[in-house]
């Protein structure tokens, strides 16, 4: 099955809850990705939770809804990325 054929919660279950997509990131002038050890004020950081989740692109609108499309094009989730993962697995088939 495609990322594309998901319903919300399928693709939601794909997400390995490691929350390292909820810490800062810098970009540098190269654009290189340089990962920080700030998280998101509303990520819990020993459950990796999110303490916002329902309302969090409401809340917070630098959250960002990762999508089938933009977890191909996006330069900084991590290689161990449960969806990165996916996507290789799929690419592969």
């Given amino acids: 099955m495609s990322f594309e054929e998901l319903d919300k919660?399928?693709?939601?279950?794909?997400c390995e809850q490691c929350g390292l997509c909820c810490f800062?990131?810098?970009?540098?002038?190269?654009g290189r990705?340089?990962?920080?050890?700030?998280?998101?004020r509303y990520l819990d950081i020993?459950?990796?939770q999110c303490k916002i989740y329902e309302k969090r692109f409401k809340i917070c609108p630098?959250?960002?809804?990762l999508t089938p499309e933009l977890v191909q094009d996006l330069k900084w989730l991590h290689?161990?990325?449960g969806y990165k993962k996916a996507l290789r697995r799929q690419?592969?088939?």
Avoid: G, L, N
């Avoid at 919660?9 to 794909?14: D, F, N, P, R």
């Avoid at 630098?62 to 809804?65: A, D, N, T």
């Fill in 9 to 14: 919660e399928q693709w939601e279950a794909i």
């Fill in 46 to 48: 020993e459950t990796r």
């Fill in 62 to 65: 630098e959250c960002v809804q």
């Fill in 79 to 81: 290689r161990s990325c």
């Fill in 33 to 40: 990705i340089f990962f920080t050890s700030t998280p998101c």
């Fill in 91 to 93: 690419k592969e088939e």
């Fill in 24 to 30: 800062e990131k810098i970009e540098d002038e190269r």
